[in-house]
């Protein structure tokens, strides 16, 4: 966690612990991308919260019902942006 900490400034990560468990977040609310994860009874949960440019993007697609490329253009999103913030400079993480 100590390599997320300093890719991140400190009011763009925190590591916290609640009742259900732990919960990380990447960046702030306010963001075009916010990025969690956090425990439930039944694993871990990711999410990414998009706004701004970010789902301007996306929207066109979404109003036109072209769903498929919608959900392929926001999946792939979520997968890049996921590499990008919880890639580590380890060897089991390759």
């Known amino acids: 966690m100590s390599e997320l900490a300093n890719r991140y400034k400190k009011n ?3 590591l916290d612990r609640s009742t259900r468990g732990y919960i990380l977040r990447i960046r702030n609310r306010k963001s075009s991308n916010f ?8 694993g871990l949960r990711f999410e990414l919260e998009m706004k701004k440019n970010q789902i301007k993007k996306f929207s066109n697609l979404l109003f036109c019902y072209d769903i498929k490329q919608f959900e392929k253009r926001l999946t792939k999103h979520f997968y890049m942006y996921s590499k990008k913030v919880l890639t580590f400079n380890h060897c089991y993480t390759d």
């Open 12 to 14: 763009n990560f925190s």
């Open 35 to 42: 990025y969690r994860i956090y425990q439930t009874k039944k």
